[in-house]
């Protein structure tokens, strides 16, 4: 016999369109199997448009901490340090939080800790996943919101529209996530093998290049503080004055978030590309983030549009030790150079990935 939602008090407080539009998200949630109480808990919390998304994502919560600990062979203190690094709250001991996926997710990182990566590798990498997966389900729900809020939708239909939107979406973006994700692992590689030696087989393919990367400062930080839509304005006015700045010898590669790579054959001309980038980025005002640039170069490996080898993983890492606002280049970007630039000696720091300290200097124009 079907609730008699009035008589429970589920519908206090509502009239008119509003009410019948709760009346049948009721109806519709009881026939699919939520119990009472669980409607009763989801109204008195505010909560009941989320019950249908909810049931998408969550799958059957039922097991605990202390059972995916035990299941999985993962202790709990590990199991806690992960879900803060995903950005996720660490529930209760004998909270039913975790599903079925979330026992093959552990147990697949238990195996990565069986064949010798130590946890802290792991968390590290769970805490750039974290980030990145959060951004993307943000950049989602704001999508999904202003399309609800632009046309006043009602209570039934966001509950009904966000579930089936989320639905759709699932099958679309995770295929898509695997691909960028293989594409970035293909990158990287080549250009961990390429900085380690000419790969055999290329027959000298290798070419001399000067390398810049540009980076916005302070990027990621931004994004917790604006809106999707307002970070993705900064990227792309990043690209329209990376697009500008490269003409003539110099080409764009492309743009990696808050990044663009630039090369070019002549190591001087790009110098006056990555300080033109600088002075734009200022130009745009104290709302854009100041630019910072690394500059190498050298033999590199010319493969599908991109670009690969030593002098591109010392320009992108050069990046994180630039000052806001300056260029930093390697030694061999500034003996290449024949302009009269005004070089200072920045010191030896160390690069991840080198033995030793690289001799590194900074770049300005004359006067400058």
């Not at 059957?60 to 059972?67: H, L, N, P, V």
């Not at 590290?124 to 609800?148: H, W, Y």
């Not at 700045?245 to 790579?261: E, F």
């Amino acid at each position: 016999m079907p609730t008699d939602f009035e008589a429970e008090g589920l519908l206090e407080g509502l009239d008119g369109a509003a009410r019948e539009a709760r009346l049948e998200l009721l109806r519709r949630m009881e026939a699919d199997g939520v119990p009472l109480a669980e409607l009763r808990r989801a109204v008195e919390e505010g909560r009941l448009a989320l019950l249908p998304v909810e049931r998408i994502l969550t799958g059957d919560a039922t097991i605990t901490r202390s059972r995916l600990a035990e299941e999985t062979g993962v202790e709990t203190a590990l199991l806690d340090e992960l879900q803060r690094s995903l950005g996720l709250a660490v529930p209760g001991d004998d909270e039913p939080t975790y599903d079925e996926r979330a026992v093959r997710v552990i147990g697949g990182i238990r195996a990565f800790m069986d064949a010798g990566i130590p946890p802290e590798a792991i968390v590290a990498v769970t805490r750039v996943l974290g980030r990145s997966m959060a951004a993307i389900a943000e950049a989602e729900t704001d999508a999904l919101g202003a399309a609800f809020a632009a046309r006043e939708a009602s209570e039934l239909d966001i509950a009904i529209g966000w579930a089936e939107a989320t639905r759709e979406l699932r099958p679309l973006v995770d295929p898509l996530l695997g691909y960028v994700l293989d594409q970035h692992r293909l990158q990287l590689a080549r250009n961990a093998v390429v900085s380690i030696g000419e790969p055999a087989g290329d027959g000298g393919a290798t070419r001399w290049t000067a390398v810049c990367f540009a980076d916005l400062v302070g990027f990621t930080r931004l994004g917790e503080q604006i809106r999707p839509d307002e970070l993705g304005d900064i990227a792309s006015r990043l690209e329209a004055i990376a697009a500008a700045v490269a003409t003539g010898p110099i080409r764009l590669v492309k743009l990696i978030g808050d990044a663009a790579m630039l090369v070019s054959p002549d190591a001087d001309a790009l110098v006056e590309g990555a300080l033109t980038l600088i002075d734009a980025a200022d130009a745009e005002g104290e709302q854009f983030p100041q630019l910072r640039c690394g500059l190498a170069a050298g033999e590199a490996l010319r493969r599908s549009a991109d670009w690969y080898g030593r002098p591109v993983n010392l320009a992108s890492r050069l990046t994180g030790i630039a000052r806001p606002g300056s260029a930093l280049a390697t030694e061999q970007l500034r003996d290449a150079c024949e302009a009269g630039w005004n070089w200072s000696f920045a010191g030896k720091r160390p690069v991840r990935g080198l033995r030793g300290d690289l001799p590194l200097f900074r770049v300005r124009r004359n006067g400058g």
